[in-house]
């Protein structure tokens, strides 16, 4: 079982169109992640968030609580956008907010 | 500031060889951890630390230990390594009281 269940898992894009990668989680959460991870494998942050909205350039993540969902969208996709996407939930209830991941979605956006 | 910085990047390891793998930041966290990554599995914890001389296992603790001396560094060591330790491994670093984590790059480990 899996507490954090992202989809799809593959997506392919044109350049300009406009992305979404969804991530629902089981577990009561203090927070919820979204990371970028390129060929090469380094792992960067581009969102946390435990409420509501946050934009970031062409990016934009929403969390709904209590439907316990988040989305990704990437506006104008652009090959440099590809990437592997990481959902990642602070579990409420561990010591610390335990993070759990889910397996990642594999963006390639074509020229 | 270096961040979080990870060596090796690379190691190939015969079955029952022993090694360490090492993880520093610089930025005076608290929090650090050890994750594996496998093709088609989210990234799992291995062990972590809440602060020097206090470390807790994670999901997947088997055949790793860790011990965390300085707040600065929080090496992982393989035992007795086996084929099922192949792997990317991820440190991570972040503040109790923030929520955000600092990855490293990553070191590629191959057990033969």
């Known amino acids: 079982k899996n507490e954090v269940e992202q989809s799809p898992q593959n997506l392919t894009a044109q350049e300009g169109e406009f992305i979404t990668i969804n991530c629902s989680y089981s577990?009561?959460?203090?927070?919820l992640h979204w990371l970028q991870q390129h060929p090469g494998g380094g792992i960067v942050s581009l969102f946390m968030l435990s409420s509501g909205k946050k934009k970031h350039g062409r990016l934009i993540a929403t969390i709904n609580i209590q439907e316990k969902h988040s989305s990704l969208h990437i506006t104008a996709s652009h090959p440099r956008d590809s990437a592997v996407y990481i959902c990642?939930?602070?579990?409420?209830?561990?010591?610390?907010?335990?993070?759990?991941f889910g397996r990642g979605t594999q963006l390639t956006v074509w020229p | 500031n270096a961040g979080v910085t990870q060596t090796p990047k690379f190691q190939v390891l015969k079955t029952g060889q022993s090694m360490t793998l090492q993880c520093a930041q610089d930025?005076?966290?608290?929090?650090m951890s050890w994750y594996r990554q496998d093709p088609g599995m989210g990234l799992r914890l291995i062990h972590y630390?809440?602060?020097?001389?206090?470390?807790d296992q994670g999901e997947v603790p088997n055949g790793y230990n860790v011990s965390r001396s300085t707040t600065e560094d929080f090496p992982l060591r393989l035992l007795s390594a086996a084929p099922s330790q192949t792997s990317v491994y991820f440190c991570?670093?972040?503040?109790?009281?923030?929520?955000?984590?600092?990855f490293g790059p990553g070191t590629r480990l191959t057990v033969t």
């Open positions: 990642a939930v602070r579990d409420r209830g561990s010591t610390l907010g335990r993070l759990y």
């Open positions: 577990v009561g959460i203090s927070a």
């Open positions: 930025m005076n966290h608290e929090y």
């Open positions: 991570a670093s972040g503040t109790s009281g923030r929520y955000e984590q600092y």
């Open positions: 630390s809440v602060g020097a001389g206090i470390t």
